[in-house]
């Protein structure tokens, strides 16, 4: 509590020399709005991720349930993830390749239930963490990258190792 304090007396202190006044309540003022921004703005990225993984594993599940037509196991076509990459990439645009269809997918089989899936990490995550092979590795390198926030990817870039 201390240590923000201090950064909000520091911050405060910058963002005065720039302003139009250095009145001090009107300094406060001005980092009161900005800060209600910044939070703002992180919850709606977070709000964001959250949706955009969640459509992910979803696009993941209905290319495995079609393969499969209700059976144990799929009649996998090779051609199912290019033409739905070319049909789908005419009707949204870019995100749609076969590769990225290929991830979604396995991001299902990986995660078949969404209560698994971390709304804390990035598409871009889920894309290194599907490179392990081990399910242990994985959850492993999943709960670091959670724990580490921000920082995860150095985590996440030794899985390649």
Not at 46 to 58: P, R
Not at 61 to 83: D, P, S, W
Not at 109 to 118: A, D, G, L
Request: hydrophobic share 35%.
């Amino acid at each position: 509590m201390a240590n923000e304090n201090n950064e909000r007396k520091r911050d405060l202190k910058m963002l005065s020399n720039g302003l139009a006044t250095s009145d001090s309540e009107y300094v406060r003022l001005v980092s009161l709005i900005s800060d209600t921004w910044e939070k703002a703005k992180g919850r709606a990225a977070l709000a964001v991720n959250t949706e955009l993984i969640e459509a992910n594993w979803q696009t993941g599940r209905y290319i495995v349930e079609f393969e499969q037509h209700g059976n144990a196991k799929a009649r996998y076509g090779e051609q199912l993830l290019t033409n739905l990459s070319r049909d789908l990439t005419k009707l949204r645009g870019k995100g749609y390749s076969r590769s990225n269809l290929f991830n979604m997918r396995l991001f299902y089989v990986r995660f078949p239930k969404i209560q698994t899936v971390s709304g804390q990490l990035t598409w871009s995550h889920y894309l290194e963490l599907l490179k392990c092979d081990d399910p242990l590795e994985m959850q492993f390198y999943m709960k670091e990258c959670i724990n580490q926030g921000e920082q995860c990817t150095e985590g996440v870039h030794k899985i390649e190792e």
